[in-house]
């Protein structure tokens, strides 16, 4: 499988409580370095909720199969 690129979607495969993120939140790569990737995770009419440094094993690619649901941060 080849690396994850700038500008994919990605989901997310932990919860973030410092940010009110969960398992399943969608985020956009903004950045690919050699420790992880730079994300951001952004509420469905653009507002901005933060850009963070995560590791490979802490996202993924969405799956077929798989729809996006809305949900109020906590």
Do not use: R, W
């Given at each position: 499988?080849?690396?994850i690129?700038?500008?994919e979607?990605?989901?997310?495969?932990?919860?973030l409580p410092k940010y009110r993120l969960?398992?399943?939140d969608i985020g956009t790569v903004v950045l690919v370095h050699e420790?992880?990737?730079e994300?951001?995770?952004v509420?469905?009419?653009g507002?901005?909720?933060?850009?963070i440094s995560l590791f490979s094993s802490q996202i993924r690619r969405p799956e077929a199969g798989e729809i996006a649901t809305a949900r109020k941060l906590a």
């Open positions: 499988m080849h690396m690129e700038e500008l979607t990605v989901v997310l495969m932990v919860d969960k398992i399943g420790q992880g990737y994300v951001e995770f509420e469905l009419n507002n901005p909720i933060a850009v």
